[in-house]
């Protein structure tokens, strides 16, 4: 049996929606988390969003605390904004396999190469921001628990995802002349 | 000749032809050059013209 694309579509779609909770839950109990230390109970850092003890770093400064959690949050919204935007051009149907260089996707690669860019530059500077603190005596949790992992590879993948767009532009240019040869 | 009898003598959409009659066209085919050339007993130069913008 031969799976079509529209069926890798369709699964694709499903998989993001799954994916795109995921990350919510992860953005929203990270700032959850974050708020309820800072503001309600400090007890709460020695239990931070999935068991991560920030505990020794808030008794340090909860100053610091507050920038951790901060690159934290903002590279799982930024997750979850990448993930929004599959879902949005997955519903919309704007892939257009008949003709698949358009605007649209287009903006969509550079939303995407921007957003992983800007996680590339959080997770990076999340990392080198523990590593500091870790040499300033604050015992921290591993930086892949705290989802700071893989700056690296999100930054590869900006790259690539805005090489693709520039080579979408010149696909859009040649889609265009050939639907105007008579 | 109209454009739905030139359009079935050259076997080439209303659409198409429209894009060709706006000069909204980016290219054209041989084929189709030479189809329009036979309908209509003219030559290209007939049709084409260069004219500066």
């Known amino acids: 049996m031969e799976i079509s694309t529209k069926q890798v579509l369709k699964i694709l779609y499903v998989l993001s929606w799954i994916i795109f909770i995921g990350v919510c839950i992860e953005a929203g109990g990270s700032i959850f988390s974050a708020f309820y230390t800072l503001v309600i109970n400090p007890v709460n850092a020695a239990t931070f969003w999935e068991g991560n003890d920030l505990s020794s770093l808030y008794k340090y400064d909860p100053g610091h605390f507050f920038a951790e959690t901060l690159l934290i949050s903002i590279a799982a919204v930024m997750k979850a904004c990448i993930f929004y935007l599959i879902i949005k051009i997955l519903h919309d149907k704007k892939l257009d396999m008949s003709q698949p260089f358009s605007r649209e996707v287009r903006l969509f690669i550079i939303k995407v190469s921007c957003l992983a860019f800007g996680i590339g530059l959080f997770t990076g500077w999340g990392v080198k921001y523990t590593e500091w603190l870790v040499k300033q005596g604050v015992k921290m949790p591993d930086t892949h628990h705290l989802r700071l992992g893989g700056a690296d590879v999100w930054l590869f993948m900006s790259i690539t995802l805005f090489v693709i767009a520039q080579i979408f532009k010149r696909g859009i240019e040649i889609q265009t002349e050939n639907e105007l040869t008579v | ?53």
Do not use: H, W
Not at chain 2, 4 to 19: G, M, P, R
Not at chain 2, 46 to 53: G, R, V
């Open chain 2, 1 to 53: 000749m109209s454009l739905n009898e030139l359009s079935e003598k050259v076997d080439l959409t209303l659409a198409n032809l429209s894009i060709l009659k706006t000069g909204k066209a980016k290219a054209i085919r041989f084929s189709t050059l030479e189809a329009i050339c036979k309908v209509l007993d003219c030559q290209p130069g007939d049709l084409l013209e260069y004219s500066k913008k």
